[in-house]
């Protein structure tokens, strides 16, 4: 009974340490698009690149995105679309899948005014 459990326990291990790893970066990823919705439903309402950049940075709350992570592309003129790109990066809990999770969220609204 004990051989075959050490023999099993490393691959449980293994599992349970790549289930975290995976699940941190998932809730990162989803908290950084949800930052990214927020900074481009400003920019589209107020065409104001600072406002919108504070509202990215609050939309997040569980992360600490800086203001220089949220970029905008496109003019936001009445009909247009605005996109916000917000970067972030962190390090790994584990370095299972790598030293650093680096991670992108995209939000596109269309301007109002």
């Keep these: 009974m004990a051989v075959e459990f050490a023999l099993i326990a490393p691959v449980l291990l293994l599992i349970v340490v790549a289930i975290l790893e995976f699940s941190n970066f998932y809730n990162l990823q989803i908290s950084v698009t949800q930052a990214a919705r927020e900074a481009a439903r400003e920019m589209s309402v107020t065409n104001d690149a600072g406002l919108a950049a504070a509202a990215g940075v609050s939309g997040a709350p569980g992360v600490a995105i800086a203001p220089g992570n949220v970029s905008f592309s496109g003019a936001c003129t009445a009909g247009s679309t605005v996109t916000a790109t917000v970067?972030?990066?962190m390090p790994a809990l584990t370095g299972f899948y790598g030293p650093t999770v680096n991670v992108t969220g995209?939000?596109?609204?269309?301007?109002?005014?």
């Design 87 to 89: 970067t972030f990066s």
């Design 106 to 113: 995209q939000g596109a609204m269309r301007c109002e005014r």
